[in-house]
């Protein structure tokens, strides 16, 4: 259960920890083990309840756009761990706790299943197979308020093609959320540093009123990732 409501404000810790290369143990596994002992965001994840950093790349970006608004739809596309679910499900108010405010609705779609997050679904699919969007129009019915996507092809190690690979993975994301969006619907999702491929750029500027190519600070200033936030769905053709 969350224990407190994060914010964009940084966590600090008093001591830095240092972890030392064990027998059997890659370099870049020490390194990774002390980023995450030394990183705000992890211990601030922990003490919060939020299931990960990622939750407060959400919560920035969020409260910059303000697309998640009580009452609304949201659909999470990979929603594994289910950190987004957790912070989509307390501001659109899944859960009906703020008194006097509509109560919205979170869904989420992953190829594994996740432990429950309260106020939220989560169904296992894939939303590249085909009918997946027709599935999911019939669970909500009207459409979906905002299309959420932090996923991430896995790494080959090769730059050039990790990052043709990303952006198919957007594009796809997107093409979903063109189907699904209500007028007036959100789509956010991870996208690589420069913000999303220029034709995909090109289309999200077509088809809504605004978009942003933002890196929110709880983005490891060493990571690649951006994300593109558009908002003002101009509706499907």
Not at 40 to 52: H, L, S
Not at 77 to 99: D, H, I, M, S, T
Request: aromatic letters at 6%; charged letters at 30%.
């Amino acid at each position: 259960m969350v224990k407190a409501r994060g914010s964009s404000g940084r966590g600090r810790r008093d001591l830095k920890v240092k972890v030392k290369t064990a027998r059997g143990r890659k370099p870049s596994s020490t390194r990774w083990l002390q980023r995450q002992l030394n990183d705000p965001y992890v211990t601030r994840a922990r003490d919060e309840g939020w299931r990960g950093r990622a939750a407060f790349k959400l919560i920035e970006l969020d409260d910059r756009h303000r697309f998640l608004r009580p009452g609304a739809v949201v659909v999470d596309l990979g929603c594994a761990p289910g950190g987004w679910l957790q912070v989509a499900a307390e501001r659109v108010n899944a859960r009906g706790e703020k008194r006097g405010k509509p109560q919205g609705r979170v869904i989420g779609i992953d190829l594994q299943e996740i432990e429950p997050v309260p106020g939220a679904e989560a169904h296992v699919m894939d939303f590249m197979e085909e009918g997946a969007d027709t599935r999911l129009r019939a669970l909500i019915g009207t459409g979906a308020d905002v299309v959420l996507s932090d996923m991430a092809a896995s790494s080959t190690g090769h730059k050039q093609t990790d990052h043709l690979r990303i952006v198919a993975l957007c594009e796809a994301a997107a093409e979903f959320a063109f189907e699904l969006l209500a007028e007036g619907g959100a789509f956010v999702a991870k996208v690589l540093e420069g913000g999303a491929d220029a034709t995909l750029q090109a289309e999200l500027k077509r088809r809504f009123e605004r978009v942003a190519n933002v890196k929110p600070p709880a983005s490891r200033a060493d990571s690649s990732e951006k994300y593109v936030v558009a908002t003002g769905f101009r509706g499907r053709e």
